[in-house]
């Protein structure tokens, strides 16, 4: 539980800091893009929506601190602006109808290359040197070395392309209504097998190495070698003893990753022009929409201190030695 | 160094490695302008082009080679700098401990933990488009990865004999800092040197494949950005996506080979064990296998 | 002596490294009987836990065994398979580790670990495996409720317990004790040492027990081998061993460690650091450090030799020397040391 606490207060700083990063970075940056900003607005808003805009920013009057005030308030609140491209939707409605996509594509993704990789470094790492460990770690470091979004463009150029087995694109058929229909369902699963696969492809590798080098130093311990002489079949060794313990430090080390996994999932989208915060985020690029690009990282940095989160509460739960302390 | 060119990774790393760092400094010279419009847009491969052209009719064997200059120089340049202020910081952390550490470490794992694309895309959509700002921005990214290794193993180093005795002798920390702690972490600074370099050219490929590049340059990044932007997948034409894409996998993948070839050198165990396996023709090694028994007079 | 329940011979193991084979242990012989417990002393690095470990074969890469045989109870160890192995392990011969804190996995609990290898080798149901587990709790003097504790929520003593009593889960004939009290305290170590002597009595295991202390020998050991660098330097009945050491090199051990009684005022030890491995001394390889070396001792390896009263020593002195002169020599020693 003191764990626990203790995480959790390391991300209400993390947040914190995000949040006051994306206030002062518009604030420092040279030349006046700000002013640029509301400018592309003038022909479009109404003054009193203008201003608005302005209180998101915390481009109020007064001092710089009041600002930071007003600009607190609004994100505790969730009120990020409204966006440029989407005129006249807010940031959040428009980043919240594309958050369940990429939730659903980079959380079960990444999932499953995590499963399969741990899964391929115990294997590897059991029978080092054997023909899974010669041949699974070298593939995926070079499958690893690619660009995700290069990745996507060659799987989505292949087998969507050229042998026309999976849709080119977009969360689900637009001629199928989204609702609670099995065809919908057949649909979105079909047309997140292939973003799904090069993600798998590109994080696995990582996934597996780290876990094969755990493994092989839980290897070097005592517990092992008793357990060996203790007559346990192989495969109580490998996965009670040995991957049991070798998880743990992995566990961590997945969270250290998430970012980095998120970040490559965002381009992936992109390629696959899948409506999630990765598309958003090449929309606001695109259109220079600044409050949308600002949401965007304050929603995604979030997200991932969130999925942080949970990552310590299951290595709490994983570890005896933090369930109880 | 001997050791080194015995090991198969580190010799077929460094080979693809210096490959394309001559390529960088020298291959512009031999092929066409790379911006220039040299042919009908959009062919494949042939014998005036041989990896075809885009689709502004440019020369793709061209692109990839003037692409190398930019990408592989803002690579190692953000790389160095990103291990220096890692160096800095992490040692300061490791060094002090107490508050100085508590507060760096968090102020480490708070960007760690950071997702890098979002703050990255922020930053450079705020800053004049160019490789300065890219540079910039993967440096501000990038640091903390490397902070956070050099400060754990400045912790450890704290607490050697030679540490201890040069403080007694009433050294100032910076000088130990400067001679008996960073020294002594040279391989784990030139892993995350490599390390860096990795991460940068990768980043800064996704970063002006998003467009946030000076688009009119010729780097690896924007070649994929033009090729996306010219329906490279809708035409058929692979050729213009293909080679800049294998480009950076091979120096990437080059550079993680260096980096596990020098760990392995670092790693007596390993090495033991690999002369283990060679000496008694095994296949793999597995606790669940006996001793071996190999009757042999000494 | 063939009914001896374990019977060592001419055992050699070595370690691959990159430099070649290194030899750790040299052609070390030595018998076990039912129910005795034999002890193995000698510095750090003289290749007592890699002897034991090549015993049961979980001696890890780079090790392997390069000569000898290994007999349990008829079986030639050397010559089994894996399947073959298995049913040895834990059944017949179980093992203490060396550190009772890495011996346990920490995030199971202790009452699955001593489980396992019940369910493993018996094919019974977990929960009747939970319940012996609750009985090998107490046989060690721990209460039964603890199954559900894990590895962090005990004292190193209570660990170590743990592990003696994982070792006795299939009641084995014989159990591999490498130090299995160095790192605990001395009231603790005293405790556990009172408890192995108890269970041996109760339960007749034999025992191999390694330990660098000498003086614990004495206490518990039936018989007891003395290696130095790899080779058997001494072997002899411990009470024998006790009253008139043969060799010089035990003669040193026994000064490095206070009696008994704990009158150590004047420990000696042994001068010098055991030798490297890769170069041994030529001859004898104690000779650089011994006392009483002479022109022989440096260019011919003395052979371990029986004696009279089941004695072993591998000494030029005892060689060459009448024997009867050298036992009188010995004794003059032992009485100008205490008067
Ligand atoms: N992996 C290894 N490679 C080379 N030498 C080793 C290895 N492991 C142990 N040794 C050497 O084997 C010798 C015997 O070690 P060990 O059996 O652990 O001694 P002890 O248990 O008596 O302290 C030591 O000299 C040690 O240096
Ligand atoms: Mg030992």
Known sequence: ?325 | MDALLSNRKALFGGAIMVTFLLMALVGPCFVQDPKGFVGLPLQPPSLDHWLGTTGQGQDVLAQTVAGARSSLSIGLIVGFSVVAIGALVGTTAGYFGGWVDDVLSTVINVFLIMPGLPLMVVLAAYLPPGPGSIALVLILTGWSWSARVVRSQALSLRRKDFVAAAQVAGERPLRIIAVEILPNMTSLLVSAFIGATNYAIAAQVGLEFLGLGEVSAVTWGTNLYWATNDAALLTGSWWTFVPTGLAVALVSFSLVLINTALDELGNPRLRSERAFVQALGLRAISPDEPTPVVRRPS | MSDALLTVEDLCVDYVTERGWLRVVDKVSFEVQPGEIMGLAGESGSGKSTIIQAILRVLKAPGVITGGTVRFDGKDVLALDKRGLRGLRWCDISLVCQSAMNALNPVITIGEQLGDAIEAHEGVRRSQALVRARELLELVGIEGSRVHAYAHELSGGMRQRVVIAMALALRPRLVLMDEPTTALDVVVQKEILQQIIRLRRELGFAVIFITHDLSLMFELCTHVGVLYAGRLVEHAPSQALFERPMHPYTLGLMRSFPDLHGEGDDLVGVPGNPPDLWKPPKGCRFHPRCPQAFADCSTRAPQLRALVGHRHAACHLVDQVDQLDQLDQLDQVDQEESP
Not at chain 1, 84 to 93: L, M, N, R, W
Not at chain 1, 110 to 124: E, K, M, N, P, Q
Not at chain 1, 139 to 162: D, E, S, T
């Open chain 1, 1 to 325: 539980m003191k764990y626990v606490l203790r995480r959790l207060l390391f991300y209400v700083i993390a947040a914190w800091a995000s949040v006051t990063l994306a206030f002062f970075i518009p604030r420092m940056m040279p030349g006046d893009p700000t002013s640029t900003m509301f400018a592309r607005f003038k022909g479009k808003l109404d003054p009193a929506a203008l201003d608005d805009l302005r209180a998101a920013f915390g481009f109020t009057d007064g001092t710089l601190l009041e600002q930071y005030g007003v600009y607190l308030g609004n994100v505790l609140r969730g009120e990020l602006g409204i966006s440029i491209e989407y005129y006249p939707a807010t940031v959040s409605s428009v980043i919240g109808n594309a958050l369940v996509w990429t939730l659903v594509l980079a959380g079960v993704a990444v999932v499953i290359s995590f499963t399969l990789g741990t899964l391929g470094g115990v294997l590897a790492a059991w029978r080092r040197g054997g023909w899974l460990d010669s041949t699974l770690p070298p593939l995926f470091v070079l499958l690893g070395a690619f660009p995700y979004f290069w990745l996507a463009m060659a799987l989505l150029f292949v087998l969507g392309f050229q042998l026309e087995l999976f849709p080119l694109g977009h969360a689900y058929d637009d001629r199928i209504a989204p609702e609670a229909s099995w065809a919908f369902f057949s649909s979105v699963v079909g047309h997140a097998v292939l973003p799904a696969a090069t993600i798998v492809l590109a994080t696995m590798g990582a996934w597996m190495l780290d876990m094969r080098n755990t493994m092989i130093a839980v290897m070097g311990e005592d517990y092992i070698k008793l357990a060996v002489a203790k007559g346990l079949s192989p495969r109580r060794v490998m996965l009670r003893y040995a991957a049991r313990n070798a998880l743990l430090p992995n566990v961590t080390s997945f969270g250290m990753a998430l970012g980095f996994v998120v970040s490559g999932s965002i381009l992936t989208e992109i390629v696959f022009s899948y409506p999630g915060q990765g598309y958003l985020l090449l929309q606001a690029v695109q259109s220079q929409d600044y409050p949308l690009m600002q949401g965007l990282f304050l929603t995604i940095t979030l997200a991932v201190l969130g999925a942080n989160l949970l990552v310590d509460v299951a290595y709490a739960w994983l570890d005896p030695r933090t369930r109880q302390g």
